[in-house]
């Protein structure tokens, strides 16, 4: 396609379930993003790779969140034993390079609900 | 730390002019980003500025002086299609974006 694409698109689980989210970035981009946004805020950068190498992971809030991107194209995001503060939208962000004009192109989200 | 202040919220009605500013506080400065955010939509992609001054792009334009950590982006002849949220952000080179909050704007006839 000629976007970003994300699935799923809602994803409802119970608290202590494993939940995998997934990204299709756009062909041939070298950037992809993860980040975070809750209700009323802006997007919290998650983590972050080029090709398949994963250059910063800072942004993952504990050690339930597990991302990859093993062929350099298409990433997935992993949260374990979810908890209710999980509560958001996952949203990727592909970009065709890392230098200084790094506009990225943003993915419709997934949003996650932990009962 | 990291600090991006936008207003949190403004109403404008159709054929207006509007301003939303931002000031920013950011250890790193690869350029100052603005998003348009539709409810329930992806961010898509506004403006870019890396040098002080005014960029124009049709009915949008932003502004930045890095000097004084400032941006605005303004909006002219206002639709009611340009209701959304705005989203401030300071690129980091070779990384993420920091975001701010956001600014809900909301049109009316």
């Known amino acids: 396609g000629a976007g970003v694409s994300q699935s799923p698109r809602y994803k409802v689980a119970k608290r202590g379930q494993d939940v995998a989210l997934r990204c299709d970035p756009i062909?041939?981009?070298?950037?992809l993003f993860w980040y975070q946004q809750a209700l009323g805020q802006g997007p919290e950068f998650l983590t972050y790779?080029?090709?398949?190498?994963?250059?910063?992971k800072s942004g993952l809030p504990s050690d339930r969140f597990f991302a990859e991107r093993p062929e350099g194209s298409v990433s997935t995001l992993k949260i374990q034993r979810t908890q209710q503060e999980d509560s958001a939208v996952y949203l990727c962000?592909?970009?065709?390079?890392?230098?200084?004009?790094?506009?990225?192109?943003f993915g419709p989200g997934t949003r996650l609900t932990v009962l | 730390g990291q600090n991006i202040d936008q207003p949190t919220e403004m109403t404008a009605t159709e054929g207006a002019i509007v301003q939303i500013n931002c000031t920013y506080q950011t250890s790193g400065f690869n350029g100052l980003f603005w998003y348009q955010q539709h409810a329930g939509e992806a961010p898509t992609f506004l403006s870019y500025?890396?040098?002080?001054g005014l960029e124009e792009k049709g009915r949008f334009s932003s502004f930045l002086s890095r000097s004084k950590g400032y941006s605005y982006l303004l909006l002219k002849e206002l639709q009611m299609k340009d209701s959304a949220s705005y989203l401030c952000?300071?690129?980091?080179?070779?990384?993420?974006?920091?975001f701010g909050k956001g600014t809900t704007l909301s049109v009316s006839s």
């Open positions: 500025n890396v040098l002080d």
């Open positions: 790779f080029q090709n398949e190498a994963q250059l910063d």
């Open positions: 952000a300071v690129g980091q080179a070779g990384t993420a974006l920091i």
């Open positions: 062909s041939g981009h070298v950037s």
């Open positions: 962000a592909s970009s065709f390079s890392s230098g200084s004009y790094n506009e990225q192109f």
